[in-house]
């Protein structure tokens, strides 16, 4: 008897991930650049759903690349941990596009590290991997 084949079954077995990222926001009256620095857990589980979470590490510039970065540092820091519900249409081992939504938690700083506020977010994307490469654009409403 053949056995059954599951519908939509995660076919890699890599949960585990490094990101790197580079984002432009208007906050205030500054636009400001975003480099981003995290670690990414995303268990995949049967029927295409999954989970996306981990821990993101940001610095905030107004003037990133003109060496303000390698002279002064950053102007905000923050740290985000991503409560994510996903979902994934698994192709082959090799690619498959997502759509993810859920919440953020956040904890922000200046850079004297004298003040600290943690708003909670509202995220919501979608991305595509490709092997071991993962893109994806998404869209955050912070709640102060």
């Not at 940001?58 to 002064?72: I, K, T």
């Not at 249409?89 to 939504?101: E, Y």
Request: glycine share 10%; charged share 15%.
């Amino acid at each position: 008897m053949p056995a059954k084949k599951c519908f939509n079954c995660p076919k890699s077995k890599n949960p585990l991930g490094i990101e790197v990222g580079y984002s432009m926001q208007d906050i205030g009256n500054y636009n400001m650049e975003i480099v981003q620095f995290g670690f990414k857990v995303e268990p995949l589980f049967k029927y295409g759903f999954g989970f996306n979470t981990g821990i993101n590490l940001q610095g905030y510039s107004r003037n990133l690349f003109e060496n303000q970065l390698f002279n002064n540092g950053f102007e905000a820091y923050a740290v985000n941990i991503p409560v994510h519900l996903e979902y994934r249409f698994n192709f082959s081992k090799w690619f498959n596009i997502f759509a993810f939504g859920g919440a953020g938690i956040n904890f922000y700083t200046e850079s004297s590290f004298s003040e600290f506020t943690y708003p909670v977010s509202l995220d919501y994307g979608a991305g595509l991997r490709i092997n071991r490469i993962q893109f994806t654009l998404g869209k955050k409403f912070t709640f102060r």
